[in-house]
């Protein structure tokens, strides 16, 4: 990775508005979101019809789109980098459960064939989402906690950056949001 320094200038530029910073910004943060998003794929079943550079590419679509958003630092993009490709993959799996399930699909006999249904990757990844959403309604600070972290691959001093908080509160805050989601999802 580039120097995080450079990352944050341009970023900040870009904030100002300056499309040749986003033309530098590109190719410094392409290899960090492909980890990131490599990362993500990794979880998948192994048939997930997203490539990496394809995961990317809609992230960085779905990055350049937010005009409103005003760009702190390295850790906060690739924090908001990470939450965008969660989004599109539970928007995905979404989309694959509802076609397993019918979603304007023929009708066919019982008979024409067995379609197995089960795709338990994709409803884990959905259930992990619904728990976010919960907590994030009780505890927004612990929900983007583990979106950086488990989503984004930021170590607890990048985290702590983005949060505004310690190191110390990172890592005590990721062990209680992991034991709540633990339980949340367990039932």
């Not at 993500?40 to 550079?53: F, G, I, K, P, V």
């Not at 960085?60 to 702190?72: E, G, H, P, V």
């Not at 906690?145 to 805050?173: D, K, M, N």
């Amino acid at each position: 990775m580039e120097n995080s320094h450079d990352v944050t200038q341009l970023l900040l530029k870009w904030n100002e508005g300056s499309n040749e910073a986003l033309d530098e910004l590109m190719p410094l943060v392409f290899r960090e979101l492909q980890r990131i998003a490599h990362r993500y794929l990794q979880r998948e079943r192994e048939s997930h019809t997203l490539q990496t550079t394809a995961l990317v590419n809609e992230a960085f679509l779905k990055l350049i789109d937010q005009s409103r958003t005003n760009w702190q630092n390295r850790a906060h993009f690739f924090g908001v980098a990470a939450q965008a490709m969660r989004r599109i993959l539970v928007d995905h799996a979404r989309n694959q459960m509802a076609e397993k399930r019918g979603a304007g699909a023929e009708k066919i006999s019982i008979d024409a064939g067995l379609i197995d249904i089960s795709d338990e990757k994709a409803t884990n990844l959905i259930e992990l989402d619904a728990a976010l959403k919960k907590l994030a309604e009780l505890e927004p600070t612990r929900s983007r906690l583990v979106e950086l972290r488990y989503f984004g691959g930021l170590s607890v001093a990048e985290t702590a950056e983005v949060l505004g908080i310690s190191e110390a509160t990172v890592v005590r805050q990721w062990r209680v949001a992991r034991a709540w989601l633990y339980q949340e999802i367990q039932g």
